[in-house]
């Protein structure tokens, strides 16, 4: 498989109807909500890094990190200085972490809005899940789009599994591909299994050691918020 040919995401998948108004109270746009769910240490959190040191020059942007008890994923966008300290809030959501992405969405909510209300007018949020097993997915009402990811050392039988992270995500992240030769993944059968369960749904393969490594999804996120502003107010 060539892991660095350009990526097409189909025109029909660019845009999906928001669950929610996209305006805010005061009539200006709010920003674009995009989640990341998948298993612990598939690298959701060093994705949303990657992401965010692609992104911060051209958006505004900020982040919501959850995690059962700490503020680890915060704490550790904290430490590689991805964004100001002001952009990047924790919440702790005291139980698996898809309730509050999927369940009771009140705590990541009011997250959100509060940055918005603090920061201005945002043209993305970024709202990571803590890592969770592969039927975690997040609320419409939480979210506009979900990004879902896996890691090839978490097995290349992942997609042929399937489970409503894999097979219904706005875009499967298949991550750490530089592993798979040490791990044994296939990832021409990776790429074949997530296509037998996603269909046209878009799968980019990533590895964040390599130079530019998060660009597929970054471009994935360019388009979503391209598409995200032509919508009427």
Not at 107 to 114: D, K, M, Y
Not at 191 to 204: I, M, N, S, T
Request: aromatic residues 4%.
């Amino acid at each position: 498989m060539h892991l660095d040919h350009d990526h097409e995401f189909p025109e029909r998948f660019a845009y999906t109807t928001p669950a929610t108004p996209v305006t805010r109270l005061d009539g200006s746009r709010r920003a674009l909500r995009v989640g990341l769910g998948g298993p612990v240490g598939s690298g959701k959190t060093a994705t949303v890094a990657a992401l965010c040191r692609a992104l911060r020059d051209r958006l505004s942007l900020a982040v919501v990190t959850n995690d059962i008890y700490t503020r680890e994923d915060a704490d550790f966008l904290l430490r590689n200085a991805v964004l100001p300290p002001e952009r990047i809030t924790a919440v702790e959501t005291g139980a698996c972490p898809h309730t509050a992405i999927r369940d009771d969405i009140s705590a990541n909510l009011e997250a959100v809005e509060e940055l918005e209300e603090r920061l201005g007018p945002l043209d993305l949020v970024l709202v990571e899940s803590g890592g969770d097993n592969l039927t975690a997915t997040f609320s419409k009402g939480l979210v506009d789009a979900q990004i879902f990811v896996i890691d090839v050392a978490g097995g290349d039988d992942i997609p042929r599994k399937g489970g409503p992270g894999v097979t219904t995500a706005d875009l499967l992240v298949v991550n750490k591909t530089d592993l798979a030769r040490y791990v044994g993944s296939d990832l021409d059968r990776m790429a074949r299994d997530a296509k037998a369960q996603r269909g046209e749904l878009p799968v980019v393969f990533t590895s964040l050691v390599a130079e530019d490594g998060v660009a597929p999804v970054a471009e994935w996120i360019r388009a979503r918020i391209a598409a995200w502003t032509a919508v009427p107010a």
